[in-house]
């Protein structure tokens, strides 16, 4: 396997990142609803779960709009094997159904709302996600 790098990009994360911050901005301010994309997902089919579909559609064709409208080229390649990344998707749900939510509920919505226990939520989050960085990339030796 080849080393993977990330490359830093502060402009386009700051530039994401508010636009996540006002979306879900907008999607409490305007409907009541926090902006978690796990429970969206999750209501996405149930009665009354228009609103949810339009957001998930959202968030899929305004990456796909950018890349057609604006040139940019995104390499989706990922190092990591297939059957690696849906366990680790599996993994994530599970957490998810524990921790009563996930990174983007607790993160950005639940920070936002000043929710201590989405503050315990998010340095988990955190700190598991460093540790797994560290140990994948300078233990283990991998991607």
Known sequence: MTAFTTEFTPVQSL????LVGLAA???MALHGRIAGM???????FAPGGGWRLAFLAGA??????LVRL??????FSS??????TALSG??????VSYGGGCTSGHGVCGLARLSARSLVATLSFMLATGATVYATRHLAGGF
């Open 90 to 95: 599996l993994m994530v749900g599970i957490g």
């Open 79 to 84: 190092p990591v094997p297939l059957g690696w």
């Open 38 to 44: 796990t429970g969206i997902l999750a209501g996405a």
């Open 15 to 18: 530039l994401g990142g508010g």
């Open 70 to 75: 604006g040139g940019v080229a995104v390499d």
């Open 25 to 27: 901005v907008l999607l």
């Open 60 to 65: 899929v064709a305004a990456p796909l709009l």
